[in-house]
Nanobody
């Protein structure tokens, strides 16, 4: 069993910043890649950023230079620092973790709303 708790979403004005956190607990001894995805109203879920166990990062073109993903392995936690937020960043943000020999797990999501 893997439990994931996301936090940090909320309402922010365009140009502002938010920091999302996602802590995994339970059977996470073989935690591998971690990442963030988002789903805007009426759209499909899309990748935002991922980070490997070796801390190699990958970003969607739409967030490059504005968002930064990081992880704290000792806390089984992944972060997403979001700067220069735009109204089009409004979405539910989901944490995803891959655990070796177990598969992928999703958080319940946290809502980010960016007002213009």
């Amino acid at each position: 069993q893997v439990q994931m708790v996301e936090s940090g979403g909320g309402l922010v004005q365009a140009g502002g910043s938010l920091r999302l956190s996602c802590a995994a607990s339970g059977s996470v001894s073989s935690l591998n890649a971690m990442g963030w995805y988002r789903q805007a109203p009426g759209k499909q879920r899309e990748l935002v950023a991922t980070i490997t166990i070796g801390e190699t990062t990958n970003y969607a073109d739409s967030v490059k230079g504005r968002f930064t993903i990081s992880r704290a392995n000792a806390k089984n936690t992944v972060y997403l620092q979001m700067n220069s937020l735009k109204p089009e960043d409004t979405a539910v943000y989901y944490c995803n973790v891959n655990i070796l020999w177990q598969g992928n797990y999703w958080g319940k999501g946290t809502l980010v709303t960016v007002s213009s």
